[in-house]
């Protein structure tokens, strides 16, 4: 059993930053991948980026490489989405998830948090 609380997210003008937090507790966290995802209104939750917590391998969406950084702090038990270069595409909601497997499918995720609200003005 695994959960997640995000926390971070806000207002913020195209072409700014922030910071996802998102906190994780479990007896077996470090055999998990932590992930983000998003939902932008109206359509469907896409992946955004993952973290093998034992070890830090990282895969991003391509269309997130590069803008958006994945990383852990084990001593914190906290997994972190530093965003930046902000678009107004990027508004939705984003949630933190833990899974025991690798990879981009929303369905490979057991343990989801309530999401926190990014909005992006132009």
């Known amino acids: 059993q695994v959960q997640v609380v995000e926390s971070g997210g806000g207002l913020v003008q195209a072409g700014g930053s922030l910071r996802l937090s998102c906190a994780a507790s479990?007896?077996?966290?470090?055999?998990?991948?932590m992930g983000w995802f998003r939902q932008a209104p109206g359509k469907e939750r896409e992946f955004v980026a993952a973290i093998i917590w034992a070890g830090g391998t990282t895969l991003y969406a391509d269309s997130m490489k590069g803008r958006f950084t994945i990383s852990r702090d084990s001593g914190k038990n906290t997994v972190y989405l530093q965003m930046n270069s902000l678009k107004p595409e990027d508004t939705g909601v984003y949630y933190c998830a833990a899974s025991p497997s690798f990879g981009r499918s929303a369905t490979l995720y057991n343990y989801w948090g309530q999401g926190t609200q990014v909005t992006v003005s132009s």
């Open positions: 479990g007896r077996t966290l470090s055999t998990y991948v």
